[in-house]
């Protein structure tokens, strides 16, 4: 009984783990408190922010591709970037795995990773000039 009861908890852990994005702080700016991850905005490129705004961390994100869409990439952006104290979020280049990466995986479990890349900002709410 005890082991039916865990399976789907596991389950929903390795699900909710099939995207990790890690962040490297950029400069020896000020370090501002966490943002909750839907206060982030997210920006398809620099020309969309409006106002001035601080570059925090470059973000890269990495998931299976059989488990990971775009969707749940962004998220982990946002959740990541929140984290470093960032509002806002430029998006990168998402690549998906090679076709030769796409059949190792399938036949050995290895490659097959879905990689995004993004800067982590902090946009000034006060600011009406562009950086």
Known sequence: M???SFVPGLMVLSVAACVSTQAVRL???EIRPPVAPDKVAIYRNA???KGKYDEVAILES???YQMTDEEK???SMREKAG???AN???LGSVEDPSTGAKVANVLFGVGGNRKGKAIAIFV???STEKK
């Open 2 to 4: 005890r082991i039916r």
């Open 27 to 29: 400069g020896s700016g």
């Open 47 to 49: 020309d969309q922010v």
């Open 62 to 64: 990495k998931g299976d």
């Open 73 to 75: 990439m962004y998220k």
């Open 83 to 85: 984290k470093v104290g």
């Open 88 to 90: 806002g979020i430029i």
């Open 124 to 126: 000034f709410p006060d």
